[in-house]
Structure formats: structure tokens, C-alpha cells
């Protein structure tokens, strides 16, 4: 048994056939929530609307309505970025999150007192627990108990926001951020003054 099919049994609590059932339904690219469905908010716009595009292959196809070549031809166009009035997806909601986290840590006291240390701790925690997008939910949650908030100082939390985000990034094959350079990226801007 794959430790896909295993992940879906501990998270899903069904039989090795049934996970095996569900990962052979799932479309590549799209992510399951907890309760075993597509999970619009962990899943690309790209992803969710190629599987929503082929939902509708199938619908048509039956109907009659149009041919397999306009729809082969629509559901492989790249749509980059999701309209602004459609929900977020995982890499929008990804984005946006990581800019709040590193701007609310850039802004975070120098010597911050018992109270507010306690505050953000419970506030990273609860936010863990309440994140739209689960699996990633999961991951930070993981990742928090292995490696607890630094809450100590106002660089010692922007540090740690940093050094998750990035666990982040090398998971994904993305480029990792110098965290020596937090202040000039979610505070003061760039040396040469082009953001002023």
C-alpha cells in the first residue's frame, strides 16, 4: 500500500480498496479536504477549472451540445490567474497569507511583553487550526510543533516566519528567500529607495 493510499485511510478512515478507489477518482493536481472531497481552496484555479471544464466534457458529451474538439481546445487553454471575483485559490490564498504573516512579523515589538508573546503564540496556533486549506493547515501545524514560534523579539518571530515560509518554498521547488533581508522586503523597502 502506497503511503498516498495510507494518508487517505489515517485521514479519510475508509478501507485500503475504498483509498485506493479514491485516489484513482482524484484528477491530478487536485487536493482532497478532510472530508474526502475536492478541496476548491487547496487546489490551482488551473487545476480546479480543467477538472471543472472536463465535468462539463462529460455533461455535454451526453447532451450533445458541442463537439469533442471545442472542448478538447478549451480545456487546455491556460487561464493564468483566476477573474478577481472568483474564490481564492491555494496559490492566491498562499500568497496573500505569507504577506500578512511576514508584514504582521515586520511590525511585530522590538521587545515584546509577556502578554503580546503569549498573544501571538495563541493567534499562530489558532490560526494553524482554522486555515482554509488543510493539507497546508496540516503541514504548518507539523512543522509548529517541531520547530515552536519565536516569539521573543519582533526578528527572532520575522526570522521564524521566514525560515517556515521557506520549508514552504523548497516543497514546492521554489526559491528560497535570504531571511537576512526581511526588514528590506516586508518593511523598509529596497535600498535604493524605489518603493518611496
Not at 504582521?104 to 522590538?110: I, S
Not at 508573546?117 to 486555515?131: G, P
Not at 521554489?174 to 523597502?189: A, L, T
Request: glycine share 6%.
Amino acid at each position: 500500500m502506497t503511503s498516498e493510499v495510507r494518508d487517505v485511510e489515517s485521514k479519510h478512515g475508509s478501507s485500503s480498496r475504498n483509498a485506493s478507489t479514491v485516489l484513482e477518482k482524484t484528477p491530478k493536481g487536485i487536493v482532497l479536504g478532510k472530508d474526502g472531497k475536492p478541496c476548491r481552496v487547496c487546489t490551482t484555479f488551473r487545476d480546479w477549472t480543467k477538472q471543472e471544464r472536463k465535468k462539463q466534457h462529460g455533461v455535454t458529451e451526453a447532451v450533445g451540445t458541442f463537439s469533442a474538439a471545442a472542448l478538447n481546445s478549451a480545456s487546455t487553454s491556460s487561464i493564468p490567474q483566476a477573474p478577481q471575483e472568483c474564490p481564492p485559490d491555494v496559490e492566491q490564498l498562499g500568497r496573500a497569507t505569507w504577506t500578512f504573516l511576514h508584514t504582521m512579523a515586520a511590525y511585530y515589538p522590538e521587545v515584546p511583553s509577556y502578554e503580546q508573546q503569549r498573544s501571538m503564540k495563541s493567534f499562530l496556533t489558532t490560526f494553524s487550526q482554522f486555515y482554509p486549506c488543510d493539507p497546508c493547515a496540516e503541514h504548518f501545524r507539523d512543522e509548529m510543533r517541531k520547530k515552536p514560534p519565536r516569539v521573543e523579539s519582533r526578528w527572532a518571530l520575522g526570522r521564524w516566519i521566514c525560515e517556515m515560509h521557506n520549508l514552504v518554498n523548497e516543497q514546492l521547488g521554489k526559491e528560497i528567500f535570504d531571511c537576512d533581508k526581511i526588514d528590506e522586503r516586508w518593511k523598509d523597502g529596497p535600498k535604493d529607495k524605489r518603493c518611496d
